[in-house]
């Protein structure tokens, strides 16, 4: 390759890895809050996080190292800095639910099945991008 072509490429790379680098960074999985989630108002549907309480400080503390918790009746919710560390740390809950950067957790909540799913469903649906299944809960 010439010097000429080789630096316009190298040009060109330098252009384009910032903005690809940036990717992360612009997801729009990645700017949804817990807070705003939990506290949203459904159209049609009952609320499916109830009773929401923040408790961040508490649960997010080393091991978990999440960077923002709820509580509700259906679950508690954890969202991390990186959709890797949410599947980590889905991977250690018996009963839950893993999407981008949130897990739900619902061992310990009493709350009807059909209001988990509900909550499933209105979180997975967030985005409109989800294609799985969603954890038996019966």
Same mark, same amino acid.
């Given at each position: ?76 919710? =954890?969202? =991390? ?24 957790? =619902? ?21 409109? !991008?989800?294609?799985? !299944? =969603?954890?038996?809960?019966?």
């Amino acid at each position: 390759m010439n010097s000429r072509l080789s630096s316009v490429v190298s040009a060109a790379l330098l252009l384009t890895m910032p903005i690809l680098a940036g990717c992360s960074i612009l997801d729009p999985q990645r700017d949804l809050t817990l807070h705003t989630f939990v506290n949203s108002e459904n159209e049609g549907v009952e609320d499916a996080t109830t009773q929401p309480e923040d408790i961040t400080k508490t649960a997010c503390a080393p091991p978990v190292d999440c960077v923002e918790a709820y509580s509700t009746a259906e679950a508690d919710y =954890f969202r =991390f800095e990186s959709k890797k560390r949410a599947e980590e740390y889905g991977a250690t809950v018996k009963d839950g639910f893993v999407i981008n950067y949130i897990v739900m957790d =619902f061992a310990g909540k009493e709350a009807p099945v059909e209001n988990q799913l509900w909550a499933m469903q209105e979180l997975a649906g967030t985005w409109n !991008d989800y294609e799985g !299944d =969603f954890p038996d809960r019966r």
